[in-house]
């Protein structure tokens, strides 16, 4: 066997400046198991003694000292298998005991594997550390009888201080001998010297869950890679002041790095400053600063009862308790505790199929230490307390009946019949159904189209302010109350929040936003997504606008702005806006389906709220819309799933959601790498779902065969639109199958789910609950789909050939136009003479109920298209009518039917048009009724009109 043959494993990867934000978990497994494979290969090699493979053998042992060199630095950050153990491992392949080696090595991978390194207490198994573990031939029966038996779960702690080795191994048996057998969790330490690698530590290793920054220490790490400078400028860093600050400083410069990359970690100082002179705003990040500490007992607790903080699921565990009670049920609910199901002759596979424990936590109750959705005051509230906590909102409420209903509490809560909201024309259809309940008149905002892609963008920004300036100048301004976006999109493309409400806020300063952030709850836990989250984004504009920095540079903006032509609208249009900081208020509101992307039952959603106004203007409405929506017998087993969901994300969700994207990652590598899968198909890059004038930057895709992985962070902190890594959109236009066809064919033959298509296109959605051996299994689909298909065009004939050939142009294009939101009909317009376009959509909805004001057309015979074509008047829709792709309401009541809206119904070629009947046709509105609703119209501009007729 020779180097060629070796082609799985990629060199290039050694170099540290190949280390980036998404791979480095990835890099260290990978290197882990090489190791261990060839190991066992070079151990086999050896005995057999054949010398036609010493080749190999020189080849195996120049790429494990190259491996041995790349884990080195990286192992100094987490404690298993850390840097005793890799050195033993080391020492056995440069003495050439390649048994040894390969024992060693196939024992530390397995572990790590199945995290049986979780279960192992060093303490109790008399061990100094995991290299320990590689000194025998086989573990005793008593390692694994505690293997086994261990049930608490296990963390780590970094310590950053420039220990000595000799005074980070007193310092880890100092905090080893304080564990008590009762004690809810055990965790070992793990020690960074730098400021930068105690940075690297945190992003690398997910297991830290708490930080003590002792003392202080130098701020460049000996290692150099890539990452430092992706993390220097995510985190915004001014190196040279923090290199050269003083100690106490650079200890709470490290706190804001540490808590900027990881809001969820416990943080500690320790310190020989006076610790009065630090308490308060400086250390604010700190749970507890401790001065001079010796006695590590009272840190050893505190890093306990905090990580318990984040562990403790109050509902959840109420729920449990409850459920093991005997309770008399003289209650709703007979199927509680499994009552009408075990005494059942006919149901009884029903318990068997979901297990009776979901019974007995069954209830309607709301006492006995169980609480009330409606009102909570005890576990439901805190529970929703711990979210908000984890979400980064000032408050947070549970959602047992999905986003849609999320988004209509919020809606209704805060809009008033009358006020003018602005939202997406290509919106998830509870937008326009919640501006009906409210009674608020929309204006409908054009996403910037790809036509290519059979799919929209998202709303451009100089779109916005387009609108907002029209109504000022309208006199309108005082009645527009929000801003609604979806943000991610479901395709993937993501908003800059901050960007967006800074300069939104600039010309209204009372704005509120509602951010449907039903597809990215899991946002929150990635560094780098975390910035373009609505709940991050208000916070930093709260902490902005209180900065008297901040106050100064729009002093300065303010007077050169002044002084050219404030008046014009082109000035406010193609600048960069700043907020006046005493009159801009954050009224922040986020909506998350928690089931789509994070651990939570089906319809289990959450609404965030971080409005500085909620108190005095908003609480006491909220309360009534959350009334309204919500049931007074919600589902417990989603509530609990919630409160259960946080735990997660608080523990482990940075690590779950930063292995997804290093998944989603590998997907893109793998696909774009692979010569006739990508003869196929096509993974979409940010060149082509985000026009060049919103990047700035200049990204174009995350990789690309030639030059291999480009940085994000810069593209992150500066584009107006970025791609989320987790949406892997599929174009799969060259295999002559649409994309409903290809879900299909994916679901009926290979039992592989997905959700959104496009005319040319599909989406894979790489979530928390992925795993390699998931797309593995895709990228072989993938692979056997292009085997046949490439055998088919060898084999088949030129008229089959020729058919092909057609649906392939069908397909990449001769593509339906996209066609943006028409207008509302003048009868529907708030005012039949308005310059603004906001329609009056709860008028057309409910007149659309008798069904004597609507006349029925179809698409399928051309007559819908011919009268919009040959009527005098204009064609109106009576209906939502929303087809499935691309998901969202291409006519709502009250729309003006055009052409290219028509012609795009036409050339769609879908099963699902929810609305539309095609025994009946189209809903439109008679020509009578619109001509009834445009006297009425007339009338209200000219009330003398109506007296004129009688």
């Excluded at 043959?5 to 978990?25: Q, R």
């Excluded at 890093?303 to 984040?310: P, S, T, Y």
């Excluded at 075990?342 to 979901?358: A, L, P, Q, T």
């Excluded at 979409?684 to 962070?713: C, Q, T, V």
């Amino acid at each position: 066997m020779h180097e060629q043959e070796y082609h799985y494993f990629d060199f290039n990867s050694l170099d540290p400046s190949n280390v980036a934000l998404y791979n480095a978990t990835r890099l260290r497994t990978d290197n882990w198991h090489f190791l261990r494979d060839n190991a066992r290969r070079l151990s086999r090699i050896i005995k057999s003694g054949t010398p036609a493979e010493q080749s190999e053998v020189m080849w195996i042992t120049d790429a494990c000292t190259e491996v041995f060199s790349f884990l080195r630095p990286l192992e100094e950050f987490f404690v298993f298998p850390g840097s005793p153990a890799l050195e033993q491992v080391s020492q056995s392949f440069a003495s050439k005991r390649y048994e040894d080696f390969a024992r060693q090595s196939i024992r530390l991978v397995r572990m790590l594997s199945n995290g049986q390194y979780r279960k192992l207490d060093l303490t109790e198994s008399r061990l100094t550390d995991y290299g320990d573990l590689l000194n025998v031939a086989k573990l005793s029966e008593e390692i694994h009888t505690r293997i086994r038996q261990e049930k608490r779960p296990y963390f780590q702690v970094l310590v950053v201080d420039d220990l000595a080795e000799i005074e980070a191994k007193d310092l880890r048996r100092q905090l080893r001998d304080l564990r008590r057998a009762d004690d809810l969790f055990f965790y070992e330490v793990v020690v960074a010297r730098t400021y930068e690698d105690a940075l690297l530590a945190v992003l690398m290793n997910p297991d830290i869950q708490t930080c003590v920054v002792r003392y202080t220490c130098p701020f460049r790490s000996k290692k150099r890679f890539r990452l430092l400078e992706e993390l220097h400028s995510l985190l915004r860093h001014d190196v040279a002041k923090i290199e050269s600050s003083m100690p106490t400083d650079r200890s709470l410069m490290l706190g804001n790095s540490l808590h900027s990359l990881r809001p969820e970690l416990d943080l500690y100082m320790v310190t020989d400053a006076p610790v009065e002179s630090i308490v308060g705003e400086p250390s604010r990040v700190f749970r507890r600063a401790f001065y001079h500490m010796e006695n590590f007992q009272e840190l050893h607790l505190s890093i306990l009862k905090a990580v318990n903080e984040r562990y403790e699921t109050p509902f959840f565990n109420a729920l449990k308790k409850y459920s093991l009670k005997p309770t008399a049920m003289f209650h709703a609910l007979p199927i509680s505790h499994s009552a009408t199901i075990v005494r059942s002759h006919w149901i009884k596979d029903m318990g068997e199929f979901y297990g009776h424990k979901v019974f007995e936590a069954e209830t309607s109750a709301t006492t006995g230490g169980l609480d009330s959705l409606l009102q909570p005051s005890g576990s439901l509230r805190d529970s929703q307390q711990r979210a908000a906590r984890a979400f980064g909102a000032r408050r947070t409420y549970f959602v047992t009946n999905g986003t849609s209903t999320a988004n209509k509490i919020v809606m209704q809560a805060i809009n008033r019949p009358g006020d003018i909201v602005l939202l997406a024309h290509d919106c998830h259809k509870s937008h326009p159904y919640a501006v009906i309940l409210s009674g608020a008149f929309p204006i409908y905002l054009d996403a910037y189209p790809l036509p290519e892609y059979s799919m929209y963008g998202a709303v451009p920004l100089s779109e916005i302010k387009k609108r907002l300036l029209e109504l000022r100048a309208a006199g309108k301004l005082d009645r527009v109350r929000m801003l609604l976006l979806t943000n991610i999109t479901f395709d993937g493309i993501v908003y800059d929040p901050i960007r967006i409400m800074e300069e939104v806020l600039a010309i209204k300063p009372d704005m509120i936003f509602l951010w449907d952030e039903a597809w990215c709850a899991y946002a929150r836990f990635s560094p780098i997504l975390r910035r373009r989250t609505a709940m991050w984004s208000a916070a930093e504009l709260r902490k902005r606008f209180a900065d008297p920095k901040y106050r100064k540079r729009y002093a300065e903006w303010r007077s050169e702005f002044d002084a050219n032509e404030p008046s014009d609208d082109a000035n406010w249009l193609n600048q960069r806006l700043m907020p006046d900081p005493d009159e801009a208020r954050v009224r922040v509101y986020a909506t998350h389906s928690t089931h789509k992307t994070l651990t939570a039952l089906r319809q289990g959603s959450m609404i965030h709220v971080h409005d500085q106004d909620f108190e005095h203007h908003a609480r006491n409405a909220f309360n009534e819309s959350y009334m309204t929506h919500t049931s007074t017998s919600p589902n417990y087993q989603i509530l609990a799933s919630l409160d259960v969901g946080r735990r997660q994300v608080e523990l482990e969700g940075y690590d779950m959601v930063g292995r997804s994207i290093e998944l989603a990652m590998m997907l893109r590598e793998r696909i774009t790498a692979d010569p006739l899968i990508s003869k196929f198909f096509t993974v979409l890059a940010a060149k082509d779902m985000i026009h060049p004038e919103y990047r700035p930057s200049g990204l174009e895709e995350y990789f690309s065969n030639s030059d291999g992985w480009y940085r994000m962070d810069k593209a992150w902190l500066g584009d107006e639109f970025v791609l989320d890594p987790t949406r892997v959109t599929l174009h799969v236009g060259r295999t002559g199958l649409d994309g409903d066809a290809f879900k299909k064919l994916l679901m009926d033959r290979f039992d592989i789910q997905i959700n959104k298509t496009s005319r040319n296109s599909v989406l894979f959605m790489i979530h928390i609950g992925m795993t390699r051996g998931t797309i593995a299994h895709l990228i072989n689909v993938l692979s056997e789909i292009a085997i046949d298909l490439n055998d088919k065009l060898d084999r088949w004939s030129g008229v089959e050939l020729e058919v092909h050939r057609q649906r392939v142009f069908s397909l990449n294009e001769d593509l339906p136009p996209l066609p943006n939101f028409s207008h509302f009909h003048p009868a529907f317009l708030t005012s039949p003479d308005s310059t603004t376009p906001e329609g009056d959509l709860r008028r057309a909805f409910y007149r659309a109920y008798d069904d004597s004001a609507c006349d029925h057309l179809k698409i399928e015979d051309g007559s819908l298209l011919q009268a919009v074509e040959t009527d005098a008047d204009d064609v109106v829709s009576a209906a939502f009518i929303t087809p499935y792709p691309p998901g969202f309401p291409v006519l709502i009541p009250g729309q003006v039917i055009s052409r290219e809206i028509v012609q795009y119904l036409m050339a769609l070629d879908v099963q699902e048009i929810h609305g539309y009947e095609p025994t009946f046709g189209m809903r439109v509105f008679t020509p009578a009724v619109m001509a009834m609703e445009d006297e009425q119209a007339n009338a209200r501009r000219d009330p003398t009109l109506l007296a004129k007729k009688a």
